[in-house]
């Protein structure tokens, strides 16, 4: 098939450039989980990094997660789990001018991996492991990228689905780090280019 | 629980590959490693859900947003919101940001030497409606120079941001204007090797919706990734 045939084609991206603050800001979410809503409260705190290692200080990141019960707030989630008012598993943030981010949110639950399908061998859990999706653009991005936080010492991380798709010496990037003092505290580091460059996913 | 239905797959050379070498950003920012090819999930398939909390009729029409109207070329800008299968995306959020007419930005980084328009901050947002549509009312922005080469400049355009029914289904774009000479030197226009793909970010002028004695139409429809009909998709097992 032709791009010619006449057939709807998704919209091409293109760059959020450096001026996104404008068109953005409006709906900058930090803090996604007000004092009602159940789970273990955490931060996160990191920085956006490019290829020579200098901090990107107009990044803009988009969070999705689920519930501590590891449920979306969307209709195709039809899990018979419970949703939480006041959790919408949305935020936004932008880097400040030291290319830091933070945000602070509950630890998701597990959410189910695709049923495994086909030989045996491909062994990934029924169940995810708890991660946070995420969709960073900058000004030099054409497009955005795509990748996942997960949490350290979770003994689900040993058989994720999307982990497990991951060559085993980059898993790391994908794993945010636990502050020493303060065990609801993690630094989680997003490197767009060069060594330790952070995973991205096609999806 | 019912089996994961995946969102379709970009149809090859219809989105920008990430290091584009014109686009002298890229090269500094795009990422040297191949993407992990990930088959959609549950997180994939859902997605931040807007409500009508968001609908604000003063953010649809950025001439009305200060005490005075905005200078410029006033215009209407509309079109639907569809997937690739032609069906509308209803209740979806949509937000613009662009330049004022003397094409300068209201952000403290833009350096332009041009005046600020006190009556035009250039923000909107919006909720499509149940057939899918949008429509924002603004002036027409300027086009302004960068740095990216000698003699650069961005041909005029507005920015686009569009969640659609999934966190796969995110989109953010720019939509241009009819007949600009700009956009052939553009190297962000310029950023998707597929011709057609590029003139879809093209608006339409239209008569039908612009206004007798008040602002001129475009008509900008944008398409987010269809549906596939499997349930799920071969899964190639472990990581390569």
């Known amino acids: ?203 | 629980m019912a089996p994961f239905r995946p969102y379709r797959r970009y149809h090859p050379g219809t989105q920008p590959e990430l290091l584009h070498p014109a686009y002298v950003s890229s090269q500094k920012r795009a990422p040297s490693q191949p993407l992990v090819h990930l088959p959609h999930t549950i997180s994939e398939v859902t997605g931040p859900v807007f409500g009508d909390e968001l609908v604000d009729v003063k953010a649809s029409d950025l001439t009305k947003q200060h005490s005075a109207e905005p200078i410029g070329e006033r215009i209407i800008v509309s079109g639907r919101v569809i997937d690739e299968d032609g069906r509308p995306l209803p209740h979806t959020l949509v937000e613009i940001w662009q330049a004022n007419s003397a094409g300068r930005y209201a952000h403290a980084i833009d350096q332009h030497d041009a005046p600020l328009d006190p009556n035009f901050t250039g923000c909107g947002h919006t909720v499509t409606d149940a057939e899918g549509r949008y429509r924002f009312v603004t002036i027409k922005p300027g086009a302004y120079p960068w740095q990216n080469h000698y003699n650069a400049w961005r041909a005029a355009h507005i920015h686009f941001s569009v969640f659609g029914p999934a966190f796969a289904t995110r989109l953010i774009s720019q939509m241009y204007f009819p007949g600009d000479p700009l956009m052939v030197n553009d190297p962000i226009f310029n950023c998707t090797a597929d011709e057609s793909a590029r003139n879809r970010l093209i608006s339409l002028f239209d008569l039908k919706t612009t206004m007798p004695l008040h602002a001129l139409g475009y008509q900008f429809d944008i398409v987010m990734s269809g549906r596939d009909a499997t349930p799920f998709e071969q899964d190639h097992g472990a990581h390569r």
Not at chain 1, 34 to 48: F, K, Q, W
């Open chain 1, 1 to 203: 098939m032709t791009p010619d045939s006449g057939t709807l084609r998704a919209t091409t991206w293109q760059t959020v450039g450096p001026f996104f603050k404008i068109g953005l800001a409006w709906l900058y979410r930090e803090d996604l989980a007000d004092a009602n809503v159940l789970g273990e409260r955490i931060e996160i705190t990191g920085h956006v990094f490019d290829a020579d290692g200098n901090t990107v200080p107009d990044a803009v990141l988009e969070l999705w997660q689920a519930n501590s019960q590891g449920k979306y707030a969307h209709p195709e989630d039809e899990q018979n789990k419970p949703i939480d008012a006041g959790f919408s598993g949305f935020g936004r943030i932008a880097t400040d001018d030291q290319g830091r981010f933070r945000f602070t949110t509950i630890k998701p639950g597990q959410v189910p991996a695709p049923e495994i399908s086909g030989k045996a061998g491909t062994a990934w859990a029924p169940l995810q492991a708890p991660h946070i999706n995420v969709s960073v653009c900058t000004r030099g991005l054409l497009r955005r990228l795509v990748t996942r936080i997960y949490f350290p010492d979770d003994a689900a991380n040993a058989a994720d689905f999307a982990l497990l798709k991951v060559a085993p010496a980059r898993r790391s990037t994908l794993i945010a780090k636990r502050s020493a003092n303060s065990p609801s505290k993690f630094e989680w580091n997003l490197v767009l280019k060069g060594s330790n460059e952070t995973v991205f996913f096609d999806i």
